[in-house]
């Protein structure tokens, strides 16, 4: 059974850090194409960042651009997120999400069930 | 960036209707397009792909159409299960990967 689970969450000051993971397992994880998807209280999906099976392709949301950092280990099947300089508008709800298949430009078929980010002073 | 606009951004249905989603691309998509489902303090749970392929293990009720820029989820008879948000989503033009704004079903 494909299962993602995310950790890290937690309130932080406005520009605090914070480094969420996502451990994955059910499935060959260093095959998979994964992201961070986001939800803001109340809000819809917002997508954040995306990183190749084999970390040579990586791409961020302009959201977050030169803030957050994607990263990955595939020997410990793990995710992460470092999340620098939050801000309020951060706030949300982030999960990590699997692709379909092997390339980049398909749905994301697996979801964690979420990790809550509160910036707040 | 490929904006997507779902409607209506809420519709009320009774148990055992036929409830029709639409979402729109603002540039072609072809039919790189998905559905999620997503009920209150769940994550988001994929329904279809390719427009129009059912994910393993969804209702044969819930059926997708349309291809380009105009798509369509419709939902044949709405079980109590159904009401939730439904989301759209291109992975056709990327970065970035675009969501609609959602659509919520609600009980009439």
């Known amino acids: 059974e494909v299962q993602l689970v995310e950790s890290g969450g937690g309130l932080v000051k406005p520009g605090g850090s914070l480094r969420l993971s996502c451990a994955a397992s059910g499935f060959t994880f260093s095959s998979y194409n994964m992201n961070w998807v986001r939800q803001a209280p109340g809000k819809g999906l917002e997508w954040v960042a995306s990183i190749s099976s084999t970390s040579s392709y990586i791409y961020y949301a302009d959201s977050v651009k030169g803030r957050f950092t994607i990263s990955r280990d595939n020997a410990k099947n793990s995710l992460y997120l470092q999340m620098n300089s939050l801000r309020a508008e951060d706030t949300a709800v982030y999960y990590c999400?699997?692709?379909?298949?092997?390339?980049?430009?398909?749905?994301?078929?697996?979801w964690g069930q979420g990790s809550l980010v509160t910036v707040s002073s | 960036e490929i904006v997507m606009t779902q409607s209506p951004a809420t519709l009320s249905v009774s148990p055992g209707e036929r409830a029709t989603l639409s979402c729109r691309a603002s540039q072609s998509v072809s039919n790189n397009l998905a559905w999620y489902q997503q009920k209150a303090g769940q994550a988001p749970r994929l329904l279809i792909f390719?427009?129009?392929t059912r994910a393993t293990g969804i209702p044969a009720r819930f059926s997708g159409s349309g291809s380009g820029t105009d798509f369509t989820l419709t939902i044949s008879s709405l079980q109590s299960e159904d009401f939730a948000v439904y989301y759209c989503?291109?992975?056709?033009?990327?970065?970035?990967?675009?969501f609609g704004q959602g659509t919520k079903v609600e009980i009439k």
């Open positions: 999400a699997r692709v379909s298949g092997q390339l980049l430009s398909r749905d994301f078929d697996y």
């Open positions: 989503q291109q992975y056709n033009n990327w970065p970035p990967w675009t």
């Open positions: 390719g427009a129009s």
